[in-house]
């Protein structure tokens, strides 16, 4: 059976994984991380298909990435992923990301477990049937917290497509990176993502609209999203100047 302690993936960097910027897009960071966990998970004998036939499945409700280079097309990336236990009813994991002997990111993550059907909150103890320690490397500090904001200007919206949904259904995790892309107030050109929290509140499903809301000042943004069921996702960032940096 695999290492319980972490998982190591190979990655290389795909043309229509890059941005106008010739750099890594966020949403191709994010959705490295959901296949990295996933081949972790499967190594163990508990992947997607054996959890969902269980009635089970996770789903990301937090998301904090630190960047300190996003690679370039082609370049050839190692991640390194790592079960950071329990803290209250979220699984946390986090993530390396490394080129050549360089560090290049850092992703922390926490998720739950759900019913597959209802997506109802399940306890960490569920998870025990399988006999698998959610904390082999002890309990992070590292703890993400929900993202406070006042009321934000309206930016505009962005309507769920079939193409946006993943295999529960819903607008999948790594989307948000694009919609955070999108919606970033005067644009990402000419601007490079140090640091970015996304925190996923409700699913959007199909045909549903998210009416998004947000400002920058000074680097700091800030973002939020609405769709029918009140607060979609909100996010936090920090962003530099490339002339600058």
Same mark, same amino acid.
């Given at each position: 059976?695999?290492?319980i302690?972490q998982?190591?993936?190979?990655?290389?960097?795909?043309?229509?994984?890059v941005?106008?910027?010739?750099?890594?897009?966020?949403?191709?960071?994010?959705?490295?991380?959901?296949?990295?966990?996933?081949?972790h998970l499967?190594?163990?004998?508990?992947?997607?298909?054996?959890?969902?036939?269980?009635?089970?499945?996770f789903?990301?409700?937090?998301s904090?990435?630190?960047?300190?280079?996003?690679?370039?097309?082609?370049?050839?990336?190692?991640?390194?992923?790592?079960?950071?236990g329990?803290?209250?009813?979220?699984?946390?994991?986090?993530?390396?990301?490394?080129?050549?002997?360089?560090k290049?990111g850092y992703?922390?993550?926490?998720?739950?477990?759900?019913?597959?059907e209802?997506?109802?909150?399940?306890?960490?103890?569920?998870?025990?049937?399988?006999g698998?320690?959610? =904390?082999?490397? $002890?309990? !992070?500090d590292?703890?993400?917290?929900?993202? %406070?904001?006042e009321?934000?200007?309206?930016?505009g &919206?962005r309507?769920?497509r079939?193409?946006?949904l993943?295999?529960?259904g819903?607008l999948?995790n790594?989307?948000?990176?694009?919609?955070?892309?999108?919606?970033?107030?005067?644009?990402?050109l000419?601007?490079?993502?140090?640091r970015?929290?996304?925190?996923?509140?409700?699913? =959007?499903l199909? $045909?549903? !609209?998210?009416?998004?809301?947000?400002?920058? %000042?000074e680097?700091?943004?800030?973002?939020y999203? &609405?769709?029918?069921?009140?607060?979609?996702?909100?996010?936090?960032?920090?962003?530099?100047?490339?002339?600058?940096?």
């Amino acid at each position: 059976m695999a290492d319980i302690r972490q998982y190591e993936n190979q990655w290389r960097v795909a043309t229509f994984e890059v941005d106008a910027q010739s750099e890594m897009k966020l949403s191709t960071m994010l959705r490295i991380c959901q296949e990295t966990s996933e081949k972790h998970l499967a190594a163990m004998g508990v992947g997607y298909e054996k959890l969902k036939a269980d009635g089970m499945v996770f789903l990301i409700t937090k998301s904090e990435s630190t960047i300190f280079r996003m690679p370039a097309h082609g370049e050839e990336l190692r991640i390194i992923t790592r079960p950071q236990g329990v803290h209250g009813a979220e699984f946390y994991r986090d993530y390396e990301f490394f080129s050549g002997g360089e560090k290049i990111g850092y992703v922390i993550q926490c998720s739950v477990a759900a019913n597959t059907e209802t997506h109802r909150i399940l306890h960490p103890r569920k998870f025990a049937v399988y006999g698998l320690d959610p =904390s082999p490397n $002890g309990t !992070t500090d590292h703890v993400l917290s929900r993202i %406070k904001s006042e009321e934000l200007p309206f930016l505009g &919206e962005r309507v769920i497509r079939y193409s946006d949904l993943d295999y529960n259904g819903h607008l999948n995790n790594a989307i948000y990176g694009d919609i955070f892309y999108d919606f970033v107030p005067g644009g990402m050109l000419g601007k490079k993502l140090n640091r970015v929290q996304i925190n996923f509140v409700n699913e =959007s499903l199909l $045909g549903e !609209t998210i009416q998004i809301f947000g400002q920058e %000042k000074e680097g700091k943004v800030l973002l939020y999203g &609405e769709n029918s069921k009140g607060r979609a996702f909100e996010a936090s960032a920090e962003l530099v100047d490339r002339k600058k940096s």
